[in-house]
């Protein structure tokens, strides 16, 4: 199967060109750095010099391609400050805006069949009700303000997949971590910027990066709408954040009161870190199916880090 995927040198991406040129898929890879080229070309993509916000360029690239499928994996995080929210997912979700306009206009324009996207887990949830949600709950109608811009980019980015004459997947994914994926996040820990706000009652649900990967290569021929893309055990702050410490060699974090960490760090942290709900992958495992390489952070924290499962991707998909 001809598949391009755009964003291919991100966390996900650096997983999933390899795990689809594995299964025998023709892949054409496209990033914005000239200096990733030889990577992806020893992977064994065809690859493309682009950026994702450049229509015309989107277009030349996707037209040359031919791709049946599109996947969607750009992202633009240089760092990580739940204070300002906002600025910190500003590029991201202009690529999930203008830039996914951009990339499937020209994916209708070459017959593309479907379109996967990568979609977020989590925060977006609607904060009230059980700790674990499922794709059929509601998103959170009233999120802290600087967490808005990007839960509307989010909203946008799902609603345009599913109105999209393509097969049209949104991968949920959860908070990713593993090679790539939780460097700077690990520095701040073992820097004990990361403290416990409040109760820590907040339940996150992670993903390894490999995982989220061999979700979009289950997704090329099965499932349509979203999808949780999230590992087997929802947990509390209160529960991983230590764990996460102990397995990097960090202290244990510190804990803020509530009113003290919304002045420290702001309300979107005191959100993430007391009330946000985790979720449920069932849907995805039944439907689409798919294995989990890494069912549980608790293992995946300790060996996953910075290192990927000998499972063959294929076996999964």
């Given at each position: 199967?001809?598949?391009?995927?755009?964003?291919?040198?991100?966390?996900?991406?650096?997983?999933?060109?390899?795990?689809?040129?594995?299964?025998?898929?023709?892949?054409?890879?496209?990033?914005?750095?000239p200096?990733?080229?030889?990577?992806?070309?020893?992977?064994?993509?065809?690859?493309a010099?682009?950026?994702?916000?450049?229509?015309?360029?989107?277009?030349?690239?996707?037209?040359?391609?031919?791709?049946?499928?599109?996947?969607?994996?750009?992202?633009?995080?240089?760092?990580?400050?739940?204070?300002?929210?906002?600025?910190?997912?500003?590029k991201t979700?202009?690529?999930?805006?203008?830039?996914?306009?951009?990339?499937?206009?020209?994916?209708?324009?070459?017959?593309?069949?479907?379109?996967?996207?990568?979609?977020?887990?989590?925060?977006?949830?609607?904060?009230?009700?059980?700790?674990?949600?499922?794709?059929?709950?509601?998103?959170?109608?009233?999120?802290?303000?600087?967490?808005?811009?990007?839960?509307?980019?989010?909203?946008?980015?799902?609603?345009?997949v599913?109105?999209?004459?393509?097969?049209?997947?949104?991968?949920?994914?959860?908070?990713?971590?593993?090679?790539?994926?939780?460097?700077?996040?690990?520095?701040?820990?073992?820097?004990?910027?990361?403290?416990?706000?409040?109760?820590?009652?907040g339940?996150?649900?992670?993903?390894?990066?490999?995982?989220?990967?061999s979700?979009?290569v289950?997704?090329?021929?099965?499932?349509?709408?979203?999808?949780?893309?999230?590992?087997?055990?929802?947990?509390?702050?209160?529960?991983?954040?230590?764990?996460?410490?102990?397995?990097?060699?960090?202290?244990?974090?510190?804990?803020l009161?509530?009113?003290?960490?919304?002045?420290?760090?702001?309300?979107?942290?005191?959100?993430?870190?007391?009330?946000?709900?985790?979720?449920?992958?069932?849907k995805?495992?039944?439907?689409?199916?798919?294995?989990?390489?890494?069912?549980?952070?608790?293992?995946?924290f300790?060996?996953?880090?910075?290192?990927?499962?000998?499972?063959?991707?294929?076996?999964?998909?």
């Amino acid at each position: 199967m001809r598949v391009l995927v755009a964003g291919a040198t991100g966390a996900v991406g650096k997983q999933l060109v390899p795990q689809l040129i594995a299964a025998g898929h023709q892949v054409t890879a496209t990033t914005r750095s000239p200096g990733k080229v030889a990577g992806l070309k020893a992977a064994g993509a065809d690859v493309a010099v682009v950026d994702g916000l450049d229509a015309v360029g989107v277009g030349e690239a996707v037209a040359k391609a031919e791709p049946e499928v599109v996947i969607h994996q750009m992202s633009a995080l240089s760092d990580f400050d739940l204070r300002h929210f906002d600025r910190t997912f500003a590029k991201t979700n202009e690529l999930r805006t203008t830039g996914l306009d951009h990339l499937m206009a020209a994916a209708q324009a070459a017959g593309a069949r479907r379109i996967i996207v990568q979609s977020y887990s989590g925060w977006p949830n609607i904060r009230s009700g059980g700790p674990v949600k499922t794709e059929d709950d509601p998103l959170d109608p009233d999120p802290p303000q600087s967490m808005r811009p990007t839960l509307d980019a989010i909203r946008y980015l799902e609603k345009a997949v599913m109105s999209s004459p393509m097969e049209g997947v949104a991968l949920r994914y959860g908070s990713l971590y593993g090679p790539g994926a939780t460097d700077l996040f690990i520095d701040m820990i073992k820097r004990r910027q990361v403290p416990i706000i409040g109760n820590g009652a907040g339940v996150w649900s992670f993903i390894h990066v490999q995982d989220a990967a061999s979700a979009a290569v289950a997704a090329l021929n099965r499932g349509e709408g979203s999808y949780n893309i999230v590992d087997d055990e929802p947990a509390p702050v209160r529960e991983w954040l230590p764990a996460l410490a102990t397995a990097v060699g960090a202290k244990k974090p510190f804990r803020l009161p509530a009113w003290l960490g919304r002045l420290a760090a702001g309300e979107a942290a005191v959100s993430a870190m007391t009330q946000v709900r985790g979720s449920s992958n069932a849907k995805a495992k039944a439907e689409l199916p798919w294995q989990l390489a890494w069912p549980t952070w608790r293992e995946g924290f300790v060996r996953g880090l910075h290192a990927v499962a000998n499972q063959d991707p294929a076996s999964r998909s």
